[in-house]
């Protein structure tokens, strides 16, 4: 299994409410942090829960985020058909 693919399910398995959650999700913020981002990108083509591809997402280095690297950035989620899944709605009481 590539290292892409298990940081993917260890990062779904973090934002899951059982077992080990908080462990896991901190390990997987470890390993993010000391993760290019190019492969950063990459994992973004695996399929991660919302809160997920957020952390991800806010593990890309400044010059990823910057204005003039927002372009490419766009450009290389929607050539992958990157798709961000919204949270679940409350649904309202009455």
Do not use: W
């Not at 470890?30 to 809160?51: G, I, K, N, V």
């Amino acid at each position: 299994m590539s290292q892409t693919r298990a940081l993917a399910e260890d990062l779904t398995c973090a934002m899951s409410r059982a077992g080990r959650a908080p462990d896991l999700r901190y390990k997987a913020e470890e390993r993010l942090a000391q993760t290019h981002h190019e492969d950063l990108l990459s994992l973004l083509r695996e399929p991660l829960p919302y809160a997920a591809q957020n952390i991800v997402l806010e593990h890309l280095p400044p010059a990823v985020q910057a204005e003039e690297s927002a372009r490419d950035l766009l450009t290389s989620l929607l050539a992958i058909d990157f798709r961000s899944h919204s949270p679940p709605t409350s649904r309202a009481r009455t």
